[in-house]
């Protein structure tokens, strides 16, 4: 009797993963009798995170045909599914192919039981079968060109499955079994994004109420994804506002503060000559901060002006005293570099006068959102976030984090507003405006006293979780996003059509983008550099202007490809292993020196030998 393909994976796990608990569903109590463990384990990884795997069998059909179908149903697998995302764990689905290999006559270049097949994918809505036949035949057109085949990703664009994307995971290799691809893939790779996904670019006609409210996309550099959120934010129309996250950003930024603003009494009045006096006193060493206070105090204080000798510039390391506008002291004193928050915002060159500070509080993005998307509740609003994790999220997000957990797009858990929140909202917000906070309305006062987010307001952003000096995000704020996931490969479609210099003019030769760009990430995917996808180069690595440019600024494109890829290369993605990657290279491993053998010798930088050149339009 045939095995199933769950039977097939479980044997392999328990032969040579011992590492892995499969038995909890059996033996720890909280998961006794949650799931049918028929074709569904929980498993315990050595760190001691559990996760679910469910298991999908293949059956095939049409076999007198030359492509018969290759099939699983994954309505079967939606409990287990519905179980980790309603827990928050990660969710692995798994098939491998269980039957004679005569009952696959279109795979001719690799063995289709060496191959364990992860599917990844959002499969809220699946009910049906799936046919698999064409990811089947995506890997073997992907071996016949000779390419690195341990780990193979089959990404949205190269099958015609009605699924998302798979993987294909080799275990063996001339009948001996490869458990490490595996290992890496259950312990590393992060299939969250797959539970809460949108799979496809939806048209602007198509959207919906039904949109995702706290939505990000991810992939590695080059992916398009900037471009993707630019292009659904369309249905926005003016109603977007976009904010760049960097590692200084903070909540006084993003949500907003009281900074000081200078008031309307500059000092006009004086005459240039006294306008220079004043500085001659603050500028003058011999005397003390308080002499300097004192005779600037007496200057100003008919004026009324009696902290504009502080904001006018005093700030030492000495200790002085202010005094009230009758002349009397204050008790209070002023040390160590007193004033120097407010220097950048004073201007005492002669002829423009010094100006007196007041605060107010000046919103950030968020609050600008938020009050434009409930005073016009009919109308749809998008903050968008570029580069969400190169900031601390969790301290530029602070309170409002509460805000995120939402249901039907309305936060579920409010929090109360600050005093300077709501002074904001007073002035701002339509309905409260002009009024007496007793004439409020019970509406009105819940707008007052404390922050939800309104179903008409949208949050999405960006993130490269490989690139430099990022910051972590936590569980808790991960599962409050949906999270989308563009492949390497996803938009390659887009610059198939792109030819590109390489190497200097004596050795000059054309090729196209997508086919170098493709020979870089087989060799960083390789067992030689084990770079993970999301280190890989996106099509759009290269700017489409850039590109577009090419043949016409050619040595420009050249120093580009150097400013941009080697360089990446070079300080990012092989920063520890540099010879792996640069196999053509013989000379000291330093930038400078990697450049002029890229000019030289072109691909043959990398160790490419065999790729196609193309002839330069109106080249002899």
């Known amino acids: 009797m045939a095995m199933t393909s769950t039977k097939i994976i479980r044997d392999f796990i328990d032969a ?19 799931l049918d463990n028929k074709n569904t384990d929980i498993v315990a990884l050595p760190s001691g995170e559990e996760v679910v795997v469910g298991y999908v069998d293949i059956s095939i059909t049409g076999t007198d045909r030359s492509k018969p179908q290759i099939r699983v149903f994954m309505d079967k697998t939606r409990e287990a599914y519905q179980y980790a995302k309603d827990n928050q764990k990660r969710f692995f689905l798994l098939t491998i192919f269980s039957k004679e290999n005569a009952m696959a006559k279109n795979i001719v270049n690799y063995d289709p039981h060496d191959y364990i097949l992860a599917i990844e994918t959002n499969i809220d809505n699946e009910t049906s079968r799936r046919d698999l036949r064409s990811m089947f035949d995506y890997l073997d057109s992907y071996i016949a060109k000779g390419k ?40 590393y790779f ?52 976009r904010v760049t996250f960097h590692p200084s950003y903070s909540y006084a930024n993003f949500v907003g503060t009281y900074k000081p603003t200078m008031t309307r009494n500059d000092l006009d009045w004086l005459t240039d000559d006294e306008k220079k006096k004043v500085i001659a006193i603050l500028q003058d060493k011999s005397k003390t901060a308080q002499e300097k206070y004192d005779l600037l105090y ?33 008790n209070n004193t002023v040390e160590r570099n007193h004033g120097k928050a407010i220097r950048p915002y004073l201007n005492l060159q002669p002829g423009n006068g010094g100006k007196e500070i007041s605060y107010e509080y000046v919103p950030g993005p968020f609050m600008r959102i938020y009050t434009q998307a409930i005073n016009h509740p009919e109308e749809k609003y998008l903050l968008l976030i570029e580069e969400i994790n190169r900031a601390n999220v969790a301290a530029v997000f602070g309170d409002v984090f509460q805000l995120l957990d939402r249901k039907s797009g309305v936060s579920e858990y409010p929090i109360a507003t600050s005093e300077d929140i709501k002074a904001f909202l007073m002035n701002n917000l339509e309905c409260l405006k002009g009024k007496r906070i007793d004439e409020f309305s019970d509406e009105e006062s819940r707008l007052y006293q404390e922050m939800r987010i309104p179903n008409n307001m949208f949050i999405w952003a960006t993130m490269n979780s490989a690139d430099q000096g990022v910051f972590p995000m936590d569980t808790a704020f991960k599962r409050r996003w949906e999270f989308e996931y563009i492949g390497v490969d996803d938009e390659a479609k887009e610059v198939e059509k792109y030819i590109i210099p390489i190497g200097d003019e004596e050795h000059r030769k054309y090729v196209k983008w997508d086919d170098l760009r493709e020979r870089i990430n087989d060799i960083l995917s390789s067992d030689d550099c084990k770079v993970n996808e999301d280190k890989l180069l996106g099509p759009f690595f290269i700017s489409k202007s850039m590109l577009e440019s090419a043949s016409e600024k050619e040595a420009r494109f050249i120093k580009a490809f150097e400013s941009k890829v080697i360089m990446y290369l070079f300080e990012d993605a092989m920063k520890m292993r540099p010879a792996n990657i640069f196999k053509g290279h013989k000379g000291k491993m330093i930038f400078s020196e990697i450049c002029k053998t890229f000019e030289e010798k072109g691909e043959g930088l990398f160790g490419i030998s065999d790729i196609e050149y193309i002839e330069k339009e109106g080249q002899e």
């Open 148 to 187: 690195e085949s341990n780990f193979v990703r089959c990404a949205n664009g190269c099958h015609q499955s009605g699924i998302y994307q798979a993987a294909f995971i080799k275990i063996r290799e001339n009948g001996v079994d490869k458990p490490d691809t595996l290992i890496n893939y259950i312990t």
């Open 298 to 330: 007496d200057k100003f204080k008919g004026e009324g002006l009696t902290r504009l000798p502080i904001l006018l510039g005093i700030y030492t390391d000495e200790v002085f005293k202010t005094k009230k506008v009758d002349g009397t002291d204050t």
């Open 16 to 34: 040579n993963i011992k590492e892995f608990d499969r038995t909890l569903l059996d033996t720890k109590s909280e998961y006794i009798g949650k």
């Open 190 to 241: 992060d299939s969250r994004p797959y539970m809460n996904s949108i799979t496809d670019v939806v048209s602007v006609e198509q959207k919906t109420e039904d949109d995702v409210y706290n939505r990000i996309v991810f992939g590695a550099p080059g992916t398009g994804k900037s471009h993707r959120l630019e292009l659904d934010s369309k249905c926005f129309g003016n109603n977007v506002e």
